[in-house]
């Protein structure tokens, strides 16, 4: 939905990523609304291991994301054939601890796929793309009372104390990534425990995977 730039911020020397919607979605309300959306909840996580917002802008009309930049491509990329299980569960240990931080934020990504896990150039998996995000309660937002982006705060509190879906998605890349299908089954997320409330814990790094 967005394309981004890679960018050299000199006052502080460091590269950053810009991502800007397109004029052809600047102009539509709702993609507008979501693209803000993403850039205000995911500023509000601290965790080492989900994209770090640094601001969000318009320029003439058209909405922009500055971002942390992450120099390691994506998981999608890395993947060349199955990964052996160690270095799955490596991978995708920080991505858990991500999401369920997130979650307990408030926060639910909806949309955790190898192409939204970036890696560092030591392997260390970065969480991104927030787009799909839905924020529960509270109306101090930008898609608050808008319904084609956000529906009534209770009705998704409810939702997620009955659910676990974030937990699932999380769990299903892990056979995306080791090569084989999801575990099948019709109520997959019916018995996961609900979120983390743990505080977020520190970056985990994946040196051994990234030197292979």
């Known amino acids: 939905m967005a394309t981004v730039y890679k960018a050299y911020e000199e006052p502080l020397t460091r590269h950053v990523a810009i991502k800007v919607l397109p004029e052809f979605f600047a102009e539509d309300r709702d993609y507008r609304v979501r693209f ?21 802008g318009e320029e003439e009309g058209v909405p922009y994301i500055v971002c942390e930049f992450v120099d390691g491509g994506t998981l999608a990329e890395r993947l060349d054939g199955a990964m052996p299980m160690e270095d799955t569960i490596q991978v995708l240990t920080p991505v858990a601890s991500a999401l369920d931080y997130a979650h307990s934020q408030g926060v639910l990504h909806r949309d955790v796929k190898p192409s939204n896990i970036m890696l560092l150039s030591d392997g260390t998996p970065v969480l991104t793309d927030f787009g799909l995000a839905k924020v529960l309660g509270g109306d101090n937002w930008p898609g608050a009372g808008y319904p084609g982006i956000h529906g009534a705060g209770a009705r998704l509190r409810r939702r997620s104390r009955a659910g676990g879906r974030p ?13 084989s299908g999801p575990v099948p089954g019709q109520h997959a997320w ?23």
Do not use: C, M
């Open 36 to 56: 803000q959306v993403e850039a205000v909840a995911v500023a509000k996580l601290r965790h080492n291991n989900i994209l770090t917002v640094f601001a969000y």
């Open 167 to 179: 937990v699932f998605a999380r769990g299903s890349r892990l056979p995306d990534a080791h090569g």
């Open 190 to 212: 019916r018995n996961l425990d609900g979120p983390d409330s743990r505080s977020p814990s520190s970056r985990p790094r994946s040196q051994s995977w990234a030197e292979r």
